[in-house]
């Protein structure tokens, strides 16, 4: 028992060498987290800082002009052009220079006057239709002050309802407080996995996984002395973006460390259960990579990182019971911005567990069939 | 003239063992061809940016009429679905455990402000999911707007504002994701094939020393990045073609400039991808750097910097300039108009432009590379 406790740590620590003594090695498994985690943080965002837009305006009226002024003191909307004639609009969008032109007719003083609707037509550019969305969504809170105002100087009395949104947990529904905890499982998943899968496939590649086999070690040990090395580099992966996302995006943490630990142990625990479970049926670092992509692709993809979860087919949904992933994005940001424990984590907690001990079960027993 | 013949003898020997090799390894089988059609897959059924159905807690605090048509309202939203609960405490719970989206909180006083000529009502959104929660309050508008309207007929309300914004979506009048989504697969594919994959070719030649068993034969360095060249564009054209019938067979996406300039963006940007791969190969000489550098700098670039998933004009200055490197942006604003918006020159030639410049600096570098290490 002792021995082999011995033997185990003895190979962790040589993990944890042949990984951490290469400084180019060091270099890029934490590089990348620190990196990705900033790129990400400020990228990867749905919400519109700007909207270049040109107006073909026909009325030039008071109105018009009125209503104008307004899109450009949004600091949203930037008026990109004022465009002289129809034939404009084409070059404008297709050229990709205006997102939007908004077409004023030359009636739309009048009508307003005469209390009767009058119509802003908007040309939205439909190469990335939900940008589109977006700055039309914008457009239209915009007119709709506007309207308000317009109303109540006008005399246009009449009941209306107002709705009022309060946001639990990021009362500026910021997407950065969603991308950056996310990205704590996410970055952590991609680097582990491969790192994982890498490692051993590195071994049988250079043949020193076969001088392995000849030592007294047990299948077993060499799966816990290649499991636990990789786990706690994961660790400290997840701990580089935790850091940034308090430190340098000042994202208030909610919730508790021991929580979050936990729960990323044992999401760690089905990362490199999977990584040893691909690097059992890869012959070659080539294949333990390409075979650990393709294994991590749809996980990153169908965990709800980009899309959200339930706008998915019931079929995948289901399908995707067996993604760590996708409880660890659960479990990641519910800690940190819910404060969430582990009485309300328990449907994260649970999956977890049983990913974890499957994979590296049944990792174990594909070692094990390797060496007989 | 026999110098040259036995120059294309070298590199068809080499290009013949490299395609032996992809074809006998199931890892390039997968990555070529399992990949692009998982992708096709994966962003035809799972992922969709659209419309979504957001379950809601109901909490009506004023029990009258007026409340019960605007519930009604919601209900006929296809957006919205609706748990009715008796109190507040109760929607809380269900948000808590994550069975709802949101709250709905009509107060105790609605009917009466109502009537008296302004009425709130409460939606109460869940932020960890963001952008879920400002589709909700978008969302959410819809059915107010329409009880409003409705009771403007009966009198006791004006219609919607004066001004009505009527949009027109150019060049994706169905408001579908996937016209977008289909021209950045094109990219993401050719990127993982082209410099994923063979990020690790030569890597692997140094690590096991086949390299050097090569320099003692006449080959020439550039004859040798020719037969790397040769196998894995094919297998990079084969994942083109596959999403390209996908798009048109399967998404119905219209492709509205020409085919062969689509063609030609496509294999320009290939090479690209296969010089940053090969470069990032010859230079680091390990696979398991090679391919971290490969993933660093081609594919997540190409996922979340292209303009493909998160739009370029919504980051801020410095990310922004940091795309400008990089040559996925190019590609995906290249085929995103290609397909969409057609031939439009300005876009066309000046994208075009910029790969082909990449894609010769980089084949350029690589080669210079490799004559230093063989010499």
């Known amino acids: 028992m002792l021995s082999s406790l011995l033997r185990i740590l003895a190979l962790i620590r040589k993990e944890f060498l042949a990984v951490l003594k290469d400084p180019r090695s060091r270099f ?44 450009d003191g949004s600091g949203v909307f930037e008026r990109q052009a004022d465009l002289g004639r129809a034939k404009d609009i084409d070059t404008w969008i297709d050229s990709g220079r205006a997102l939007l032109v908004i077409q004023i007719d030359q009636n739309f003083e009048r009508n307003l006057l005469a209390g009767s609707a009058a119509p802003l037509e908007v040309i939205a550019d439909g190469r990335n239709s939900n940008t589109a969305g977006t700055a039309l969504g914008y457009l239209n809170s915009v007119v709709e002050s506007f309207n308000g105002d317009w109303r109540s100087s006008h005399g246009q009395q009449g009941a209306s309802i107002q709705i009022v949104t309060r946001s639990w947990y990021n009362p500026n529904l910021d997407s950065r407080w969603t991308m950056i905890p996310s990205l704590i499982g996410t970055l952590t998943m991609m680097g582990t996995m491969m790192l994982t899968a890498l490692s051993v496939a590195r071994e049988r590649e250079q043949g020193t996984f076969d001088q392995l086999l000849v030592t007294p070690f047990r299948p077993f040990e060499i799966m816990v002395g290649k499991a636990v090395p990789n786990m706690v580099i994961g660790l400290g992966q997840s701990t580089t973006v935790l850091l940034i996302a308090q430190f340098w995006f000042r994202i208030p943490f909610a919730g508790s460390f021991v929580v979050l630990y936990a729960g990323l142990t044992l999401f760690l625990m089905a990362a490199v259960g999977l990584g040893l479970f691909v690097s059992s049926i890869a012959k070659t670092m080539q294949q333990a990579m390409l075979y650990a992509f393709i294994l991590v692709m749809p996980f990153a993809l169908l965990s709800g990182l980009t899309t959200p979860f339930s706008s998915m087919p019931d079929i995948l949904q289901t399908v995707m019971i067996i993604n760590p992933l996708r409880y660890a994005l659960d479990l990641t940001k519910r800690v940190y911005l819910e404060g969430a424990g582990f009485a309300n984590l328990f449907a994260d907690f649970l999956p977890l567990l049983i990913i974890g001990l499957v994979t590296l079960s049944g990792a174990a027993w594909l070692f094990k069939r390797r060496l007989n | ?42 962003f035809g059924f799972g992922l969709s940016l659209d419309i979504t159905t957001v379950s809601v807690a109901v909490v009506d605090e004023d029990v009258s009429t007026d409340s019960a048509a605007l519930i009604g309202a919601f209900r006929l939203s296809p957006y919205f679905k609706l748990t009715a609960t008796r109190s507040m405490a109760e929607a809380t719970v269900l948000m808590l455990n994550r069975n709802v989206d949101g709250i709905l909180q009509i107060p105790s006083d609605f009917s009466r402000r109502w009537h008296a000529g302004a009425a709130d009502v409460q939606i109460l959104v869940d932020g960890t999911d963001s952008n879920q929660a400002r589709i909700m309050q978008a969302y959410s508008a819809g059915p107010v707007a329409i009880w409003t309207a409705a009771q403007a007929q009966a009198g006791t309300s004006i219609a919607a504002g004066p001004v009505i914004v009527e949009s027109r979506l150019w060049f994706n009048a169905a408001n579908d994701s996937h016209y977008f989504l289909v021209p950045g697969l094109i990219v993401l594919v050719m990127t993982i094939i082209g410099a994923f994959l063979t990020a690790m070719v030569v890597a692997r030649e140094w690590e096991r020393g086949t390299l050097e068993a090569l320099f003692v034969t006449p080959m020439q360095p550039g004859e040798f990045l020719v037969s790397k060249f040769i196998p894995y564009f094919g297998l990079g054209m084969i994942g083109f073609v596959l999403c390209l019938l996908a798009g048109k067979f399967l998404f119905h996406v219209p492709l509205r400039g020409s085919l062969s300039l689509l063609c030609l963006a496509s294999m320009i940007y290939l090479l690209v991808a296969l010089g940053i791969g090969l470069l990032v190969s010859t230079l680091v000489k390990s696979q398991f750097l090679a391919s971290q550098l490969a993933m660093l700098l081609t594919f997540l670039p190409a996922m979340m910097l292209s303009g493909f998933l998160y739009d370029l004009r919504s980051m801020p200055v410095v990310i922004r300039g940091i795309t400008h490197v990089l040559p996925a942006r190019y590609a995906v604003a290249l085929l995103q108009t290609l397909y969409l918006a057609g031939n439009v020159g300005s876009v066309v030639w000046f994208n075009l432009a910029v790969l082909t410049a990449m894609a010769a600096a980089l084949i350029l570098a690589t080669r210079r590379a490799t004559v230093k290490q063989i010499t």
Request: proline letters at 5%; charged letters at 15%.
């Open chain 1, 28 to 71: 890029i498994i934490f590089l990348p987290p620190m990196l990705q985690s900033l790129i990400f943080g400020y990228a990867a965002s749905f919400d519109l800082n700007s909207v270049a837009y040109a107006v073909y305006d026909q009325d030039h009226s008071a109105a018009s002009t009125a209503l104008l002024s307004r899109l």
């Open chain 2, 1 to 42: 003239m026999k110098d040259w013949q036995a120059k294309w003898r070298r590199i068809w020997a080499l290009t013949r063992k490299e395609t032996r090799q992809i074809v006998r390894d199931p890892s390039s089988i997968a990555i070529g061809i399992v990949f692009p059609v998982m992708m096709i897959l994966l």
